[in-house]
């Protein structure tokens, strides 16, 4: 069973920096395809951020230019670089391991932008 953990969140100021790392456990992490979620108060859940098992990676138009998306397979991690944030980027952040459609989630990691 697949066990994401992720973590470095935190409040930062607007035009800050974060990084965002999850830890994957449970099976065979170099042939998932990984991601990074994010869900607001009273929004729905939104895509941020996808690599492949193959290193192709995927952006939200929101985070395009500002965010970077990396794994490591040898530590079966997975990044989320966060620069230049803004108050609206701030959200629970959720780590999504996806493999032959099944999906995998972590348990979230707050991240607040404010000054």
């Known amino acids: 069973q697949v066990q994401l953990v992720e973590s470095g969140g935190g409040l930062v100021q607007p035009g800050g920096s974060l990084r965002l790392s999850c830890a994957f456990s449970g099976g065979l992490f170099r042939i998932y395809a990984m991601g990074w979620y994010r869900q607001a108060p009273g929004k729905q859940r939104e895509l941020v951020a996808t690599?492949?098992?193959?290193?192709?990676?995927n952006y939200a138009d929101s985070v395009k230019g500002r965010f970077t998306i990396s794994r490591d397979n040898a530590k079966k991690s997975v990044y989320l670089q966060m620069n230049s944030l803004r108050p609206e980027d701030t959200a629970v952040y959720y780590c999504n391991a996806n493999k032959n459609f099944a999906d995998s989630w972590g348990q979230g990691t707050q991240v607040t932008v404010s000054s």
């Open positions: 690599i492949t098992s193959g290193g192709i990676t």
